[in-house]
């Protein structure tokens, strides 16, 4: 059993769930985030920054494992795993647990050639790694909606099917890949259902009770090709979590 396991990202949609899954008698869960420890909180609370690397040292050092689930906009993911990356050999090499998305390598959005060139990063880096891709978490449906409130109507995407995932799931998976041994390029992980994503949206509004009009928008260019001809999605459907489940679970948690 690893001793000392760091999940960056820990108080985000994935890593906390991961953080919690690890959490274990005589095992040390650390966690970092740029803000401060809570006033209670289970794990080892680790006040860091990846992008000026204040207290990545601290987090680092001892780790046997690191589950990478932080993630910054604006094309940083590059440069901050890259930080922790040069970190880590520093220290311990720790196996080195990465996730990232599918289709990061077939979809020119610039936040996936960032999640693309960590990826490579990783591989290159001498630590023993592994990395799961999967798809777009259910959660992150609600939020693509949820940015919208304001708007009378729902914008979305013309033409696009999505695959989304339980992040819950997603973290288990990384859970169990962070106890195990290093395993390279892990099986992607699909939710289980592919919809039109007007259908999701729908879902959701329906979800929180508010009716819109759902009005695609043209998504021209290369990406929105890619997007169209499904690089985002896999067959490895293995998640078991509908976007309606997912939904009814947080309707009875709110
Ligand atoms: N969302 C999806 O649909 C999806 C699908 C497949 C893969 N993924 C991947 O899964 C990972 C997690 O996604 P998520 O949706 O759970 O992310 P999220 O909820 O947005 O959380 C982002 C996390 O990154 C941390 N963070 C941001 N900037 C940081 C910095 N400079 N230094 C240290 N920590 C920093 C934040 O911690 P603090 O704010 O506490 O500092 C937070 O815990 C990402 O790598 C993403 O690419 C996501």
């Given at each position: 059993m690893s001793e000392t396991i760091l999940v960056t990202g820990g108080t985000g949609v994935l890593g906390r769930q991961v953080a919690r899954r690890l959490l274990a008698p005589g095992r040390e869960v650390r966690v970092l985030s740029?803000?401060?420890?809570?006033?209670?909180?289970?794990?080892?609370?680790?006040t860091g920054d990846l992008r000026s690397h204040d207290g990545i040292d601290a987090a680092v050092r001892g780790a046997d494992v690191i589950v990478h689930c932080a993630t910054?906009?604006?094309?940083?993911?590059?440069?901050?795993?890259?930080?922790?990356?040069?970190?880590?050999?520093?220290?311990?090499?720790?196996?080195?647990?990465?996730?990232?998305?599918?289709?990061?390598?077939?979809?020119?959005?610039?936040?996936?050639?960032?999640?693309?060139?960590?990826?490579?990063?990783?591989?290159?880096?001498?630590?023993?790694?592994?990395?799961?891709?999967?798809?777009?978490?259910?959660?992150?449906?609600?939020?693509?909606?949820?940015?919208?409130?304001?708007?009378?109507?729902?914008?979305?995407?013309?033409?696009?099917?999505?695959?989304?995932?339980?992040?819950?799931?997603?973290?288990?998976?990384?859970?169990?890949?962070?106890?195990?041994?290093?395993?390279?390029?892990?099986?992607?992980?699909?939710?289980?259902?592919?919809r039109d994503f007007a259908d999701l949206a729908r879902a959701s509004l329906r979800g929180k009770g508010r009716r819109r009009a759902l009005v695609p928008v043209p998504f021209p260019g290369a990406t929105g090709r890619a997007y169209r001809a499904g690089h985002h999605l896999t067959p490895n459907a293995t998640g078991r979590v509908t976007f309606e489940e997912f939904l009814a679970a947080q309707a009875a948690i709110a």
């Open positions: 740029r803000r401060a420890a809570p006033a209670a909180t289970p794990y080892a609370w680790r910054t906009l604006g094309g940083k993911d590059v440069a901050t795993t890259k930080a922790l990356l040069d970190t880590a050999r520093r220290h311990d090499t720790p196996h080195l647990v990465f996730i990232s998305i599918v289709g990061v390598d077939r979809i020119p959005l610039p936040y996936y050639r960032a999640k693309l060139a960590a990826e490579e990063a990783v591989v290159a880096s001498g630590l023993p790694w592994t990395i799961l891709r999967a798809t777009q978490f259910h959660d992150l449906v609600c939020r693509l909606v949820e940015v919208q409130r304001f708007l009378p109507v729902v914008l979305y995407p013309a033409g696009f099917r999505v695959q989304p995932v339980d992040a819950g799931e997603v973290a288990a998976r990384l859970a169990d890949l962070a106890l195990g041994e290093p395993a390279g390029r892990a099986p992607d992980l699909g939710g289980p259902e592919v």
